[in-house]
């Protein structure tokens, strides 16, 4: 990028989720954190990087080469602009992206007359078993492949107090398991099968405390027959020391095996017709947040600025994630298999 070796990186946002943003942005030697920018100046303060309350400060003051916005979906459109008018070339936007798939259409469009590429931190296709499983599937080790089926089971969504030590924004969303947790699956599935044709939901609300529903299935299907199952419950657990790593359970299913994944990060495999299974991934601990996969996001982009390399998670091609979990929730209301 304009010859640097560098990039200097701007981050917007320093509650919970943020601290894995900024652990990550620390470890990739050809990124710099110049401003950590939060209304509350104190939360800024306390990344140990140069803060500010104002973005408009910040931008303007430190002319970053990237943006991070790390702020629930409300606040992303202006923030985008806000960067774009500045003159950032370069913006990773949290997900879930925006607060539609309006605004996040002006999002893209904005940014491509900007010339600035606008990049979702959609992290979970980055997490190292999913990147195990689709070189397992590109080689052709499952067969055809037929189902996909996660259950997400985090465990942390009973009584009147959940989510309020963590996220408890996460309370108030009218529209939550699809819109802020389901979205990763809606990619990851598109990641491992490529596009849908349909899609059909049942979803519920479960814990009176929240706004949102918490409980649900959505089922995409495809042109050859296979089919990818959600199954969520945030009330439910599953068998792991962190629920958070994985938040649930997979299995990618073919006509010469099974890929199974785990709660503690691993993948086997167990060939059609047999009982045995091998590794493909083994358990191990890893640094930052569920399998390092927000350093590995953020070096992805970084790579791909500096390097021109094709960049995964661009916002212009996001927008099919958008427009497919506004079809589960078309599908929910109607009570039927819609097409997409």
Not at 59 to 80: Q, S
Not at 92 to 117: N, T, Y
Not at 130 to 135: L, V
Not at 229 to 251: I, K, P, Q, S, V
Request: hydrophobic letters at 40%; a negative charge.
């Amino acid at each position: 990028m304009n010859g640097k070796d560098v990039m200097r990186v701007a981050c917007f946002g320093a509650g919970y989720f943020a601290q894995f943003h900024y652990d990550a942005w620390r470890r990739i030697d050809r990124a710099e954190i110049v401003a950590a920018v939060d209304a509350d100046r104190s939360r800024a303060q306390a990344t140990g990087h140069p803060a500010f309350a104002s973005l408009d400060e910040a931008l303007g003051g430190e002319a970053p080469d990237l943006l991070d916005v790390i702020t629930p979906p409300p606040t992303h459109f202006e923030t985008i602009r806000t960067a774009l008018d500045r003159g950032v070339k370069a913006i990773i936007c949290q997900k879930p992206f925006c607060s539609s798939l309006d605004e996040a259409r002006q999002a893209v469009e904005m940014a491509e007359a900007a010339g600035a590429q606008l990049v979702v931190h959609e992290n979970y296709r980055f997490q190292p078993w999913y990147r195990a499983i689709r070189k397992e599937i590109e080689n052709g080790r499952v067969g055809e492949l037929l189902q996909i089926t996660f259950r997400l089971r985090p465990g942390d969504g009973q009584g009147p107090e959940a989510y309020l030590d963590r996220q408890p924004y996460f309370q108030t969303m009218e529209k939550f398991l699809i819109h802020e947790t389901a979205i990763h699956w809606i990619d990851t599935f598109r990641f491992l099968a490529g596009e849908p044709e349909s899609v059909y939901a049942d979803l519920r609300q479960l814990n009176p405390a929240i706004a949102g529903e918490d409980a649900g299935y959505f089922i995409f299907g495809y042109a050859n027959g296979m089919r990818a199952l959600f199954d969520g419950n945030r009330l439910l657990d599953h068998a792991a020391e962190n629920h958070r790593l994985t938040m649930g359970e997979a299995l990618i299913e073919g006509t010469a095996g099974t890929l199974s994944l785990f709660g503690d990060g691993s993948v086997t495999f167990r060939a059609f017709g047999n009982r045995n299974s091998e590794a493909v991934l083994e358990a191990r601990d890893y640094q930052g947040f569920a399998g390092d996969c927000v350093h590995a996001l953020q070096t992805h982009v970084v790579n791909g600025i500096l390097d021109g390399t094709e960049i995964e998670n661009l916002a212009a091609a996001y927008q099919r994630n958008l427009a497919l979990e506004k079809a589960v929730y078309r599908s929910n209301e109607a009570g039927a298999r819609v097409s997409v």
